[in-house]
Each structure stands twice: as structure tokens, then as C-alpha cells.
Nanobody
Framework: QVQLVESGGGSVQAGGSLRLSCAVS?????RGWFRQAPGKEREGVAR????????YYADSVRGRFTISQDNARNMVYLQMDDLKPEDTAMYYC?????????????????????WGQGTQVTVSS
């Protein structure tokens, strides 16, 4: 069983930065960040392979967000820079089930089985 706990959300003005953290327990090949704005479907933001550290980003955040991890501490991070009002959402940390292999370039919610409780990010203009 994999458990995830997010922290680090908050409110920031457009152009600002936030760093989200996620404590992960249990084995998994992939960890990711997703977000869900009110009235919208949950969407992928970024994912990272636990061993290779290969990362993949949604087009909407590529170049502004960076996913990273500290395997010694079982932590995953999402550094968010140049934030925009459209980045406002509940952000969720997620992990794929053990031995799950995700094709390159895919970032789908149904590839991930374990979810944190979410942390709110609000960006004002």
C-alpha cells in the first residue's frame, strides 16, 4: 500500500513561485502531480520515474514547473515558477502501483492508483 501526504500549497500573486512537497511511503516506479480546478476534470501536471528520474510535463506547465525527488527521504517535489491565475487548482500527489510501466509521453490519471489528499494553490492576478 502506498500512502502520500502533500504540503506546501498557498496563495501567491501571478509571476510568483511555490514549492509543493509530497511524502511517499511504499514502492512505486512512478510518482506524479495532478491538479483539479473547480468544475474541471483532474489533469496531469508532471510525473517522474523513481529510478531513472526521467520526467514528463504537461504542455501547459513545461518550462515553468519542475518535478524532482529525494529517494533517500521518500519525497517528491513540484517547483512552480512564473505562476499564472489558470494554475489555480487543488494539487494532488499520486503514485502508480508497483511494477506499473507507463509509456513515454503519457500522463493520465488512470495510470495512477494512489492519491494524496490534495493541497490548494491559488494564484491571483
Amino acid at each position: 500500500q502506498v500512502q502520500l501526504v502533500e504540503s506546501g500549497g498557498g496563495s501567491v500573486q501571478a509571476g510568483g513561485s511555490l514549492r509543493l512537497s509530497c511524502a511517499v511511503s511504499g514502492n512505486t516506479y512512478y510518482r506524479g502531480w495532478f491538479r483539479q480546478a473547480p468544475g474541471k476534470e483532474r489533469e496531469g501536471v508532471a510525473r517522474i520515474h523513481t529510478r531513472s528520474e526521467s520526467a514528463y510535463y504537461a504542455d501547459s506547465v513545461r518550462g515553468r514547473f519542475t518535478i524532482s525527488q529525494d529517494n533517500a527521504r521518500n519525497m517528491v517535489y513540484l517547483q512552480m515558477d512564473d505562476l499564472k491565475p489558470e494554475d489555480t487548482a487543488m494539487y494532488y500527489c499520486a503514485a502508480a502501483r508497483p511494477l506499473m510501466m507507463i509509456p513515454v509521453g503519457r500522463l493520465r490519471t488512470d495510470d495512477f492508483d494512489y492519491w494524496g489528499q490534495g493541497t490548494q494553490v491559488t494564484v491571483s492576478s
